[in-house]
C-alpha cells in the first residue's frame, strides 16, 4: 500500500508563512500533488512536482525530494481565505493502470486574523 | 479549462434502493476517470479506475458487485450504488484525466453528497 503521512491541523496568523509537510512510501511513484479542499467541495490543484526540486507559483511553492520520500506546500502572505483542508496526493503508475492518486489524511490549516 | 461535471449533487435513498452517480467531461475526452470516496474529515480513498470500454479496475477492499461502474463513453462514468446500506453515506467524487495533454493532471467533478437512511 501507500503511507502518506501528513499532519493533521496547522493554525498560523494573516500574513505569515506556514509550511505543511508530506512524508510517502510508496512504489511505482510517478509524481506529487498538493490539493486545496473546502469542506464540501472537490479538492482543487495547486501544484505538481515529479522531479527534485522547487516549484514556485505565486504565494505558494512545492518542494520534492524523491530520494526521501519527503514533499512541502509552503503558504505564503497567508489570507483569511486560505483556511482549507490541504490533500498531498502522490501519483502511482503500476502495471497497465497509470494515473491512480493515493491521498494522504489532510492538514486543516486555519488561519486566524 | 476542462470542466468535469457531475450528478446528482445530492442524493438521499432508503437502505436497499440502488443510487446511479454519473459523472461527465465536458469540453474534453477522458479515456480515464477515477471515482473516489470521502468520509466526514478523512481523505479521499480511491475506490476503482474507468477506463472507456473495459472494465474497471477496483482498489483492494472494494466490492466491485456492490459498486458497479460503467465507462461507456469518452465523455461518461457512472458510478451505480447497489442495495445502499447507511455505511454507504459518503461523499462521492470523480476525477478525469485529460487524453493527449499533459498526463498528469486530473480534474475533480464537484462531488455527490449520498445519505442513506
Known amino acids: 500500500g501507500q503511507n502518506i503521512d501528513q499532519p493533521t491541523e496547522m493554525t498560523a496568523t494573516e500574513g505569515a508563512i506556514v509550511q505543511i509537510n508530506c512524508t510517502y512510501q510508496t512504489s511505482g511513484f510517478n509524481g506529487l500533488f498538493w490539493y486545496q479542499q473546502h469542506a464540501g467541495e472537490a479538492p482543487t490543484f495547486l501544484s505538481y512536482?515529479?522531479?527534485?526540486g522547487l516549484e514556485e507559483k505565486g504565494r505558494f511553492s512545492s518542494f520534492l525530494s524523491r530520494s526521501k520520500g519527503y514533499s512541502y506546500l509552503l503558504l505564503k502572505e497567508l489570507q483569511m481565505k486560505d483556511s482549507a483542508s490541504y490533500l498531498c496526493?502522490?501519483?502511482?503508475?503500476?502495471?497497465?493502470?497509470?494515473?491512480?492518486?493515493?491521498f494522504g489524511r489532510g492538514t486543516q490549516l486555519t488561519v486566524w486574523p | 479549462g476542462a470542466v468535469v461535471s457531475q450528478h446528482p449533487s445530492r442524493v438521499i435513498c432508503k437502505s436497499g434502493t440502488s443510487v446511479k452517480i454519473e459523472c461527465r467531461s465536458l469540453?474534453?475526452?477522458?479515456?480515464?476517470m477515477f471515482w473516489y470516496r470521502q468520509f466526514p474529515k478523512q481523505s479521499l480513498m480511491l475506490m476503482a479506475t474507468s477506463n472507456e470500454g473495459s472494465k474497471a479496475t477496483y482498489e483492494q477492499g472494494v466490492e466491485k458487485d456492490k459498486f458497479l461502474i460503467n465507462h461507456a463513453s469518452l465523455t461518461l462514468s457512472t458510478l451505480t450504488v447497489t442495495s445502499a446500506h447507511p455505511e454507504d453515506s459518503s461523499f462521492y467524487i470523480c476525477?478525469?484525466?485529460?487524453?493527449?495533454?499533459?498526463?498528469?493532471?486530473?480534474?475533480f467533478g464537484p462531488g455527490t453528497r449520498l445519505t442513506v437512511t
Open positions: 476525477s478525469a484525466r485529460v487524453l493527449g495533454l499533459a498526463a498528469y493532471e486530473q480534474y
Open positions: 512536482n515529479v522531479l527534485d
Open positions: 496526493a502522490v501519483r502511482v503508475d503500476r502495471g497497465s493502470t497509470l494515473g491512480r492518486l493515493y
Open positions: 469540453d474534453f475526452q477522458a479515456t480515464t
